[in-house]
């Protein structure tokens, strides 16, 4: 009688259970590291947007600030011309906050408010993050208004309005 070569059941079963428990420690790792990787991507946005909005007023005096984020950069999938409905100063992903349905960028939602008006002028302006999936995409929000401070909101609900957004701390980067 023939010897017969190969694994045993016993033998197949342990080294699907060492993967297993392999995956098990490994996945929730992951996927700490792409919410931190989105939040890092959402704050580098909102700096993106805070430069943007000085830049933008800077050329758009009689404007000020931009009154939302398309004036920034332009229609989505359009040549971009510079002018005061689209300055061209963001990515059109980040200005039509990723569409088809607002799907956002790096798994969060930018939306931006116009400040006060003074004498015809945007005088300020609110811009905000939030996660698209709260404990999937991100947990914190993050907001920043015309002092340029980016600033976190741990619960994940920032808001647009000026007043709120001085409540909230600074991001510590």
């Known amino acids: 009688m023939r010897k017969q070569k ?8 342990i080294v699907v259970a060492i ?20 939040e890092s991507s959402a704050v580098a946005s ?10 933008y007023q800077t050329a758009y005096p009689t404007v000020g600030y931009s009154k939302d984020l398309v004036s920034l950069g332009g229609a989505l999938g359009a040549a971009c011309v510079p002018a005061s409905t689209s300055a061209c100063l963001i990515d059109s992903v980040l200005a039509n906050n ?12 930018f939306t931006t408010a116009p400040g006060t008006v003074v004498a015809g002028v945007y005088a300020g302006y609110g811009i905000q993050a ?20 980016v600033r ?22």
């Not at 992951?30 to 989105?38: E, V, W």
């Not at 956002?104 to 939602?109: D, I, L, Q, R």
């Not at 619960?155 to 991001?171: D, Q």
């Open 152 to 173: 976190v909101d741990p619960a994940g609900a920032c808001s647009t309005a000026e007043a709120t957004i001085l409540t909230f701390n600074p991001l510590n980067q």
């Open 46 to 55: 909102i700096r993106t947007v805070t430069t943007g909005e000085v830049t």
């Open 130 to 149: 939030t996660p698209l999936a709260k404990n999937q995409t991100g947990i914190r929000a993050f907001c920043a208004e015309e002092d340029a401070v």
């Open 98 to 109: 990723g569409n088809p349905a607002a799907s956002g960028k790096s798994g969060y939602s």
């Open 19 to 38: 993967i297993l428990i392999i995956a098990a420690i490994a996945i929730p790792n992951l996927l700490r590291a792409r919410m931190a990787a989105n």
């Open 6 to 13: 190969g694994f045993s059941l016993i033998e197949l079963l």
